[in-house]
């Protein structure tokens, strides 16, 4: 859904959408199995910077939820999550804040995105939010055993029967110091 400047300006849009798998690409990082739910609000703000310079600002306000899958930290095996979340943007005209010099941004600054072409589209935000809002690491089972290192097999489907093999001399010392420790 595209949110036009041009449409802002006449009244705010109210939304309630719902996205098949596939419509939002999220890269490596997810996979939508279910449909995405959005809803909310898209309403134009205008920043006035002077007598004659006024400043279009989309704020979009809402809320979404989903099912996803991302890959196991260590066997990189599937694993459903759900994910919701609330938000509440502003987006300014790229250029909008480009000066003559560099000049520090303030804190609340940096919570600005900016759209391109007098629109901004719901599919880009909702991207963003669901990236942002996964898990730092995502384990399929807590005593997940992860892939061998040598062939690659997933040790929790099957016992590897690759050897230990050595180990890099350059962990040596450590062996020995756990050895002086435990004993």
């Not at 809320?63 to 890959?71: I, L, N």
Request: glycine share 10%; hydrophobic share 30%.
């Amino acid at each position: 859904m595209e949110f036009k400047i041009a449409e802002l300006e006449r009244e705010p849009i109210d939304f309630g959408l719902q996205f098949k798998p596939g419509a939002i690409q999220y890269g490596e990082e997810a996979r939508q199995t279910g449909s995405l739910a959005t809803d909310g609000r898209a309403e134009v703000l205008h920043e006035h910077r002077g007598p004659k310079d006024v400043v279009a600002d989309i704020r979009l306000k809402g809320h979404w939820q989903g099912d996803f899958q991302v890959p196991c930290a260590r066997c990189v095996e599937d694993v459903d999550i759900a994910l919701q979340g609330d938000f509440d943007l502003i987006f300014r005209p790229l250029g909008a804040d480009s000066g003559p010099q560099e000049r520090s941004i303030s804190a609340v600054e940096t919570e600005i995105g900016y759209y391109q072409k007098d629109s901004l589209l719901l599919e880009d935000v909702l991207r963003e939010q669901v990236l942002l809002s996964l898990p730092v690491r995502t384990l399929c089972k807590e005593d997940c055993k992860g892939l061998c290192p040598r062939c690659g097999g997933n040790r929790n489907n099957q016992a590897c029967s690759c050897e230990e093999g050595q180990t890099d001399p350059r962990w040596e010392a450590l062996g020995e110091l756990r050895g002086r420790i435990k004993s």
